[in-house]
C-alpha cells in the first residue's frame, strides 16, 4: 500500500500483502463464519493462515495497521460489523475524529482540501 499525506491506495502489492487477511475478513459476511469468528477469534484467523501481524491487528482491532497491511475497507468493514461499529465510526478512526463528528463532518460537505 503507498501512503500519500493521509490518503490509502490499494494498489496491486497492498492487495496481494493484505490477501488474506481481505479474505477471512470478507468471510465474516456469512452469518455462520461470524459465528465461528466470534467463538474463537485466534483460530479463525490462524484458519485463514493470517501471520503474526495481521492476526494481531485482526484481534486488537487495529484498523490502521489493517490498512498498513494491506486490507481494504470494504472488507475490514466486514469485521468492523461483527463488533457493531458503522462506516461512520471507522471514518472517524481514520481521521482522529468521533464517528459524530465524522458523521457531521460528511453532513456538512465532506472535507475541503486547499
Same mark, same amino acid.
Given at each position: 500500500?503507498?501512503?500519500?499525506?493521509?490518503?490509502?491506495?490499494? @494498489?496491486?502489492?497492498?492487495?496481494?500483502?493484505?490477501? %488474506?487477511?481481505?479474505?477471512?475478513?470478507?468471510? !465474516? $459476511?456469512?452469518?455462520?463464519? *461470524?459465528?465461528?469468528?466470534?467463538?474463537?477469534?485466534?483460530?479463525?484467523?490462524?484458519?485463514?493462515?493470517?501471520?503474526?501481524?495481521?492476526?494481531?491487528?485482526?484481534?486488537?482491532? @487495529?484498523?490502521?495497521?489493517?490498512?498498513?497491511?494491506? %486490507?481494504?475497507?470494504?472488507?475490514?468493514?466486514? !469485521? $468492523?460489523?461483527?463488533?457493531? *461499529?458503522?462506516?461512520?465510526?471507522?471514518?472517524?478512526?481514520?481521521?482522529?475524529?468521533?464517528?459524530?463528528?465524522?458523521?457531521?463532518?460528511?453532513?456538512?460537505?465532506?472535507?475541503?482540501?486547499?
Amino acid at each position: 500500500m503507498t501512503k500519500a499525506q493521509d490518503n490509502y491506495l490499494l @494498489d496491486l502489492s497492498a492487495s496481494r500483502r493484505g490477501y %488474506a487477511i481481505n479474505r477471512m475478513c470478507g468471510s !465474516l $459476511a456469512d452469518e455462520g463464519n *461470524r459465528r465461528r469468528f466470534s467463538e474463537d477469534e485466534a483460530a479463525y484467523c490462524e484458519a485463514y493462515h493470517l501471520n503474526a501481524e495481521q492476526k494481531k491487528a485482526i484481534l486488537e482491532r @487495529d484498523w490502521t495497521v489493517m490498512l498498513d497491511l494491506g %486490507a481494504s475497507i470494504f472488507y475490514t468493514l466486514k !469485521l $468492523a460489523v461483527v463488533d457493531k *461499529r458503522s462506516v461512520q465510526y471507522l471514518g472517524g478512526v481514520f481521521t482522529g475524529m468521533s464517528a459524530e463528528e465524522f458523521t457531521a463532518a460528511m453532513v456538512s460537505g465532506g472535507r475541503k482540501f486547499g
